[in-house]
């Protein structure tokens, strides 16, 4: 057994400084997650992304099956050996894919019945076949299947999207321990996902029925999809609360650096989000002082870096008035000096989040940050 998670420190408000231990290594929570959607984080080598201290990326299970297919990458070694990454990895069910992606769905108990975006072709996911692809890509941290619907949606729907998401979640952990018993081993940590859409006695109540599955570290979904930023912090306190405090808690598909804090004082200690690496292919920069769109006119004789504190290799070397220009000339170094800074940002975030927790001032380090971004770059 190589898994294990510890909270190290509490703050007054209930941020956690935690520490998850996996067999690819251990990973400082709070932590942010950068998406490697198809077994690449886009426009990343795995070197920089080791050069920049991700501890953990995440993989999309929905990507992975329909191309190049888990039993391709099994017979290769799995998943990390696959790509050449040894730190550790989280892969998605790829639930929330096949409901954003495919083409004429159908949810039944049984499972969903989709067609691939890339060819047409008819597959069925199912809870155990989540389990199953994600145990074959040999992922540290799997994810069981839910039913994602969109939001706001009523609350009938809400309720049987819920009582479903509990039942697939129950026929997973069956599956999964299962698989593990007769392994002999527990290769993998999986996760349930609390859903309830924007009703907060749904929320409280997946929480409840997931925690009785006994599950060793939980999720919340569904959120950040639209919702005022008050509202997915209220459904994500409703959950938490009820959550176990000694097992990780993952907020999924977030998020804005002006928010990540907030999160952080409820109580997450896991988030994931393709913020970072896709506004770089789009040309906005994170920075210490906000946002920074490049191609702005403003910074074509910009002799400056591109966020005068930051410490990472791009912004040792490369100019704002050079990195405008490479977005103006569509060179693909404009990408990928982007999302290395962007990461780079990230990370660095929450290395400070994590420094704000130890030290008791992580409301102070908020609202600097959120300041700093309603001022927006000098
Ligand atoms: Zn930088």
């Not at 998670?5 to 520490?19: C, I, N, P, S």
């Not at 996996?22 to 920089?48: D, Y």
């Not at 329909?66 to 639930?95: E, Y």
């Not at 930023?229 to 977030?254: D, S």
Request: aromatic letters at 8%; proline letters at 5%; glycine letters at 8%.
């Amino acid at each position: 057994m190589n898994f294990s998670f510890a909270v190290l420190k509490t703050d007054a408000a209930g941020a956690r400084r935690g520490r998850l231990t996996t067999p690819h290594g251990i990973i400082e929570t709070p932590a942010f997650m950068p998406v490697g959607t198809q077994a690449a984080v886009k426009s990343l080598r795995n070197e920089a992304l080791e050069e920049l201290g991700a501890q953990i990326i995440l993989g999309n299970t929905y990507h992975l099956y329909l191309r190049p297919g888990h039993q391709l990458v099994r017979k290769l070694g799995g998943l990390h050996r696959f790509m050449s990454w040894d730190r550790a990895i989280l892969t998605d069910s790829g639930g929330y894919q096949v409901f954003s992606l495919s083409e004429l769905r159908k949810v039944t108990d049984e499972g969903v019945r989709f067609r691939s975006h890339l060819d047409g072709a008819e597959h069925l996911l199912t809870p155990e076949k989540a389990a199953e692809i994600q145990l074959a890509l040999g992922s540290d941290i799997a994810m069981v299947l839910d039913e994602c619907i969109e939001t706001p949606a009523p609350r009938q729907t809400a309720e049987a999207a819920l009582e479903r998401t509990t039942a697939w979640a129950k026929r997973a952990r069956r599956y999964f321990l299962e698989c593990a018993r007769q392994n002999g081993r527990l290769s993998q940590w999986q996760f349930g996902i609390v859903q309830g859409a924007t009703f907060p006695d749904l929320r409280r109540l997946s929480a409840q029925q997931l925690v009785e599955l006994d599950f060793p570290g939980y999720a919340v979904g569904g959120l950040a999809v639209g919702e005022p930023h008050e509202v997915t912090c209220e459904m994500t306190a409703q959950a938490t609360e009820l959550l176990p405090r000694e097992k990780p808690r993952y907020l999924m598909g977030v998020g804005r650096p002006e928010q990540i804090a907030d999160y952080v004082a409820l109580g997450i200690d896991m988030m994931d989000c393709v913020l970072p690496t896709r506004a770089a292919r789009h040309a906005c920069i994170y920075t210490s002082q906000g946002r920074v769109l490049i191609r702005n006119a403003r910074y074509a004789q910009d002799p400056s870096p591109l966020d005068p504190e930051c410490r990472c290799s791009v912004c040792q070397r490369y100019t704002r008035a050079y990195l405008r220009h490479l977005f103006a000339a569509g060179e693909l170094t404009a990408a990928i000096l982007a999302t290395h800074h962007n990461v780079h940002f990230y990370l660095d975030f929450m290395r400070q989040i994590r420094e704000a927790i130890e030290f008791g001032n992580l409301a102070k380090f908020s609202s600097e940050v959120q300041a700093r971004y309603a001022a927006g770059p000098a």
